[in-house]
Each structure stands twice: as structure tokens, then as C-alpha cells.
């Protein structure tokens, strides 16, 4: 703290008082609900079979979704960053959508592409597939409210690289397989692991498509922001740990992205 | 401009706290509702069970209408959300639970002015999409093979009335999902998603086509009543008074029936 007045920051005084404001807005709401935890219970809280089920659910769900998020996600961000047609800043658009629209029409969308009546549903059903309040149904609400994080951060990191070195090896004979195998991806391997981890928090997080979509029960869809919602009902003390457990895996999850993040900094410096 | 001291700065951040985190408690005394007894002037805000949108905006506005020196805001929410609300400090001069349960919390709290007034009744009733796909025609159906039914998390009023009537009919009941409020429910059943749901007879009949009820005897096992009473320390104690006995009495009635709640 005190070193900031002994070395020039460059930051003037009034900047350092919003920044403070702003930070304690962020803080004080979480140490507001730590204050409330019942520590004495909170062990039993957090260890109940709904909760650990709920947890589980959500671990499971999530990584489900990150893993789906890589796979369409890393092609869709190359297909934006390299590629040129018609209607592509139309299509971006689109693509990141989910980013700001509200997870509960989200939720209605999904319903109306993968429900029973839906767009999709009906095709789905005859194949014998059910979605509908499925773990399935979890995870695809959960893809659709993270995948644009995944597109987004690779996207930038891909414009950030530039494709020079891809041309060389291109012109050195490298196929477009190999230029994305040994040149592309390994050059921004930790915007794919930084925007993965991104991924997995935003699913994790993910309620509002959830709840409109997949529904509620423990241990098939019921995931751990639906037991805090529900819990808050009638045990507070419940909703209230769990909450803290979810602040604990989402500061893991920012440090985390943080560290796998740096490196694609330190790479794309050394590289210009 | 620049050179603003670390403790102004100090001092700057927690005014912006202080103005941020005051909830609007301590309402000043003004606009007394000490007028004569036959002119109500002021405003109130009610809290009102999410089940109670239509009819409590129905009789809020017949309410103004009889009184034109009142305004009445209405806020709707889940009944639990709304006491926490209210214990929490939120500004609230009337509050109308779906139960007796979230009701007993307020005035467990002390935040009642006198003893709340029971006003309605609901009961459940099994609502499927229209043309009944699954064919259910009793409660029993709704525990056969195959039939998608979506009821209320035991946690809320409305799940606790699922349980109270499944166990009073001797039935196990294996959901597919269990909500947190009685919308998702029916939002389950409207889209098709679920065959079938339990809700309350108002919620049927607030969904108009878009659901068909089916009545089931055992449901009158099960009635959830509702109470209403005025806030404590209301800056417009009159009038929360008065709107309470306005909902309570015989202008409440009629609004209410004609929703299908039932008389308490």
C-alpha cells in the first residue's frame, strides 16, 4: 500500500479513491455474507447429501460443458479470427449473444429448440433421445450460456498473435493441418486453457437457463446454484454456507485463470 | 484536484457506503395519517404473494379509486423472499403471505401491527397442457408409468400441500422435477415439457387456455391459507389499515372468487 506514494504510478490520487470505492462495493457484499455464515453447522451444512449431490452435479456438469465448450469453441474462434466472408461481424454478433442475454430467455430459447415441442425435440424424440429434465438438458444450457467466453478470449488472443508465423510455415510447405497442429494452437494454448477455465465458471455458475429449461431435481439436474436458490426457502444457514463454497471454487477458478492466462501475454510480447 | 489526502479519500468511500448500504427504513414521519376520518391520504406499498398479481392489482386500483388521496405499489414475489424482505428492512406497509408459515415469520419478528386477517384459501389441482396427452384424470394417474410430472420443492408452501395431499392419499409421487415456485410448475406444463402438474386452482384459472385443470377430491385435504396484516411502524398506518380490512372485506371478496380462491 504506502510504496504507491513513495514511487511515481502514474495513477493520480482521485483515480486510487473511485478504484477503492469501486473494489469495496465488489468486497463488502461478500464479506456481508460471510459475516452471516454459521460456522458452528457449517461443516454439516455444506457435507449434507443434497448439498454434496448438488456439488457433484455441478462439477460434473460443468466440466461436461467445458469439454463441449473446446470443441466447438476452438473452431468457431479460428473461423472468426482467420477466416473472411460475408456477414462474419453479422455472425459474430450472433455467436456471442449468450454473453448478454438475460440465462432465463436463454432458457426459453433452449425450450423452444431442444423441448419436447421444440424445434429439435420432436426429431430427438423419435430417435428415442429425452431431453427434457435431463442431466443432458443441464449440460446444454450450461454450453450455450459459456461457450462465448471460450470464442471470445481465443478470438483476441488469435488477432493478438497474428497469423505470421502461420504464413511462413505455409509457405515452408505446411499443410493447414499442420500449421493449426504445430504453429496455431500451440501458440495460443494458454488463451485455450484461460477462456476454458472462463467456461467452466461461467457454467458453474449458470442458473436462470437451468431452472427455466432442465427443472430441479437432486441429483440429476438440481445443481448447486438451484439448491442455494431453493434452501434460501426455508434454512438460510444452508443457502449461506453454500454460497461461500461457491465464492471459495470461484476464486480458485479466477486465480487459476489468471496464471494460465499470464503466459499468452509473456508469448505474444516475446513474439512482436 | 489532484491532490486529494488519503484520508478524504477515506471519508469519500465511506460516505458512498454509508449512502448505499441505508436502506430507506426510517421513512420520515411526514404527510401524517392523522386527516379526518373520512379522507385517507398517503401511500403504501404492499407485499403480496406471487400468487396474488392479478387480484391484488384488481383491488389496489379499486382501492385508489374509493380513496383518491392513496396510491398503492404493489411488489410481488415468492411469500418467503418477501418476509425476508421485510425482516431485512425493506419499506413495506402491508404484506399478504400464500401461508401461514412465511406469515408466523413476520410476526414471530414483531413486524405485525395486530393480528393478521386471513382473507383467502387455495387449494391444488393437477394442470395438464391443453388436450391432456398423458389422459390423467384423478390424482392416481399422476403416479402411473411414464407420466412426466413436475410438483413444488417440499421447501415451499405449494410442495408442502403436494406432500400433505400425496401422503393423505397414500401415494408416492416420482416427480421428474421439483420447483422452487408454482410459475415453474406451470411453466413445465404450458410448454408441453411436463404431462402434468400440481398447482393452485388460481393458477389454473389464471392460464386460461393454455393449461387444463383437472380437480381431484383430495385436494380440499389441503388448503393453504392466506393472511394479511399491515406493517409495523408504517409512515401510513392508516391506510395499511385500511387496505387490509378493504382486501379482507366484502370489495375483497368478489375479486378473489372470481380468481378462484376460496373463502377463508
Known amino acids: ?272 | 484536484m489532484a491532490r486529494v489526502s488519503r484520508p478524504l479519500a477515506l471519508v469519500v468511500t465511506a460516505l458512498a457506503l454509508a449512502f448505499t448500504g441505508c436502506a430507506p427504513v426510517a421513512t420520515a414521519p411526514t404527510a401524517g395519517p392523522t386527516a379526518g376520518a373520512t379522507a385517507l391520504t398517503g401511500d403504501i406499498t404492499v407485499y403480496a404473494a406471487a400468487s396474488l398479481t392479478a387480484t391484488f392489482t384488481d383491488l389496489a386500483e379499486a382501492f385508489e379509486t374509493e380513496n383518491p388521496g392513496t396510491t398503492v405499489a404493489l411488489n410481488f414475489a415468492g411469500s418467503s423472499d418477501l418476509v425476508t424482505q421485510i425482516i431485512e428492512g425493506a419499506p413495506a406497509d402491508v404484506f399478504a403471505s400464500a401461508d401461514t408459515a412465511n406469515m408466523a415469520r413476520l410476526t414471530d419478528a414483531g413486524l405485525g401491527e395486530g393480528d393478521p386477517v386471513d382473507f383467502a384459501t387455495n387449494t391444488l389441482e393437477i394442470a395438464v397442457p391443453p388436450g391432456n396427452p398423458a389422459g390423467i384424470t384423478d390424482l392416481a394417474g399422476l403416479a402411473g408409468p411414464g407420466v412426466k410430472l413436475v410438483v413444488c420443492a417440499p421447501e415451499v408452501p405449494c410442495g408442502r400441500a403436494t406432500a400433505a395431499v400425496a401422503s393423505a392419499a397414500g401415494l408416492t409421487l416420482t416427480p421428474v422435477s421439483e420447483e422452487s415456485s408454482v410459475t415453474d410448475v406451470l411453466g413445465k406444463v404450458t410448454s408441453g415439457e411436463a404431462d402434468a402438474g400440481l398447482v393452485y386452482v388460481t393458477d389454473v384459472t389464471a392460464a386460461g387456455a393454455a393449461v387444463a385443470g383437472v380437480e381431484f377430491e383430495e385436494s380440499a385435504g389441503a388448503a393453504n391459507t392466506y393472511p394479511i396484516v399491515a406493517v409495523r411502524d408504517s409512515a401510513s398506518a392508516t391506510v395499511a389499515q385500511a387496505f387490509v380490512e378493504f382486501v379482507g372485506g366484502p370489495a375483497g371478496a368478489p375479486v378473489l372468487r372470481a380468481a378462484g380462491f376460496g373463502a377463508p
Open chain 1, 1 to 272: 500500500m504506502q510504496p504507491a506514494s513513495a514511487t511515481y504510478t502514474g495513477v493520480p490520487r482521485w483515480v486510487l479513491a473511485l478504484a477503492a470505492i469501486g473494489a469495496a462495493f465488489v468486497l463488502l457484499p461478500l464479506l456481508a455474507m460471510v459475516l452471516r455464515v454459521n460456522w458452528a453447522e457449517f461443516v454439516p451444512l455444506i457435507t449434507s447429501e443434497s448439498s454434496v449431490a448438488a456439488l457433484l452435479l455441478s462439477l460434473r456438469t460443468s466440466l461436461a460443458a467445458t469439454a463441449l465448450c473446446v470443441i466447438f469453441g476452438v473452431p468457431m474462434a479460428l473461423v472468426l479470427a482467420r477466416t473472411d466472408f460475408w456477414g462474419q461481424k453479422v455472425l459474430r454478433s450472433l455467436v456471442l449473444l449468450p454473453l448478454v442475454l438475460p440465462p432465463v430467455v436463454g432458457g426459453i430459447a433452449l425450450l423452444y429448440t431442444f423441448g419436447r415441442r421444440g424445434l429439435l425435440g420432436q426429431s430427438f424424440e423419435v430417435l428415442g433421445i429425452d431431453i427434457a429434465f435431463s442431466t443432458t438438458a443441464v449440460v446444454i444450457a450450461q454450453t450455450f450460456v459459456a461457450l462465448p467466453f471460450l470464442v471470445l478470449s481465443l478470438e483476441g488472443a488469435l488477432r493478438t498473435a497474428g497469423s505470421r508465423f502461420e504464413a511462413v510455415g505455409a509457405t515452408l510447405g505446411a499443410s493447414p493441418g499442420t500449421v493449426l497442429r504445430r504453429i496455431t494452437l500451440p501458440l495460443v494454448l494458454p488463451a485455450v486453457l484461460s477462456g476454458a477455465v472462463l467456461s467452466f465458471a461461467r457454467a458453474l455458475g449458470e442458473f436462470g437457463a437451468t431452472l427455466t429449461f432442465a427443472g430441479s431435481l437432486q441429483g440429476s439436474t438440481r445443481t448447486l446454484p438451484l439448491e442455494i436458490y431453493l434452501q434460501r426457502e426455508t434454512d438460510p444457514d444452508t443457502a449461506v454456507a453454500l454460497s461461500l463454497v461457491l465464492v471459495i471454487v470461484a476464486i480458485v477458478i479466477v486465480s487459476l485463470a489468471h496464471r494460465t492466462g499470464a503466459p499468452s501475454f509473456r508469448r505474444a510480447r516475446g513474439a512482436s
